[in-house]
């Protein structure tokens, strides 16, 4: 425990850092003393005289879209710890298994044909969408005549046949139902997309990544006995059904609120538990508020790297996460070869 304690305050000002860069760092360069002098002048009314166009590109464009990208990288990274656990694979995250495609094609059909009404919101079809591309992934992994639920590769295989069937639904409502326009506006948000975040988009963010970070604290010892498997866990007294329903909706509302803010961003929940169950062991105690820090410092990085790569011109954030985690996805294929 004294050796974690440094460790978590290391962690904790290096996510202060990438914030405060985060907000420093675009297409307008903004000093560190400036950022201070807005956020003193927001917080504790200071007065300090600034000009009106920094004050407001700091605290009504960076700020949200770096908290933003906080609680995303956070809540993506949460959820392939939850993944990983219950399916007892480490390759398991929401991009891979369907979740985000099923969490775009519900999002897009509701901002595109209005489904559900006035009753459904962008994120609660995203909600649905991330819910049925689960239900459908699981049923094909058990359809497929695998001796476990659990099977690896039955599982994976089940993912990519999801992820894409909902792509190509998603594709077909854009192709069928939007304008030129939206086809551009959306397609560009499907890659993963900060550009348009404000503050709204904050107060819906921060409380999915807080509930998916208490309900994996809460259940942390259950989900340390999930990595055994459900009966492991059922023999120690972990209510098995109840549990991995709480968990995987969980997964799949944190999923769908931040694909329905950002779009889909792929290899967050893969890359950041693996990489940290390596350093700190498979304890979920530890791995958990790590997964949640180590999240939300990778997405604020690959934001800063989306915007500073090509000068004049912001990348999608989702492409810069899928150029570092698709080698990194590469390199746990190979270290797993021959293992069960």
């Not at 046949?161 to 639904?169: E, K, V």
């Amino acid at each position: 425990m004294s050796r974690l304690l440094p460790l978590g305050a290391c962690a904790l000002l290096a996510l202060s850092l990438a914030m405060l860069a985060g907000i420093a760092i675009g297409e307008t360069r903004v000093g560190v003393d400036v950022v201070w002098q807005v956020l003193a002048n927001q917080l504790w009314q200071a007065g300090h005289p600034l000009d009106p166009i920094d004050a407001g590109i700091i605290w009504n464009y960076r700020l949200p879209r770096t908290l933003v990208a906080a609680a995303c990288g956070a809540g993506l990274a949460l959820c392939g710890v939850i993944l990983q656990a219950l399916l007892r694979n480490p390759l398991a995250e929401p991009y891979l298994l369907g979740l985000s495609a099923g969490a775009s094609t519900g999002a897009v059909a509701v901002g595109l044909l209005g489904l559900g009404g006035a009753a459904l919101s962008l994120s609660g079809g995203a909600f649905l969408g991330a819910l049925a591309a689960f239900a459908l992934v699981l049923a094909l992994s058990q359809a497929s005549g695998s001796r476990s639920r659990h099977d690896n590769a039955q599982v994976i295989l089940a993912g990519i046949a999801g992820s894409q069937l909902f792509n190509a639904l998603t594709a077909f409502l854009i192709t069928k139902s939007a304008t030129a326009e939206q086809a551009r506006g959306i397609l560009f948000w499907l890659l993963g997309n900060l550009s348009g975040v404000r503050w709204p988009a904050v107060w819906l963010a921060l409380p999915a990544a807080l509930l998916g970070l208490l309900v994996c604290l809460w259940h942390r010892r259950a989900l340390d006995a999930f990595t055994f498997g459900a009966d492991s866990a059922a023999s120690l007294g972990v209510p098995v059904r109840r549990t991995q329903l709480l968990l995987i909706s969980c997964a799949a509302l944190v999923t769908a609120v931040m694909v329905s803010i950002v779009g889909a961003i792929g290899f967050v929940g893969l890359v950041i538990p693996h990489a940290l169950r390596l350093l700190l062991g498979p304890g979920h105690a530890r791995l958990v508020p790590a997964s949640a820090l180590g999240g939300a410092l990778f997405l604020i990085v690959a934001d800063i790297v989306s915007r500073t790569l090509i000068s004049g011109q912001v990348i999608p954030v989702g492409v810069v996460t899928a150029l570092i985690g698709a080698p990194v996805f590469a390199l746990i294929l190979v270290s797993r070869r021959g293992r069960p």
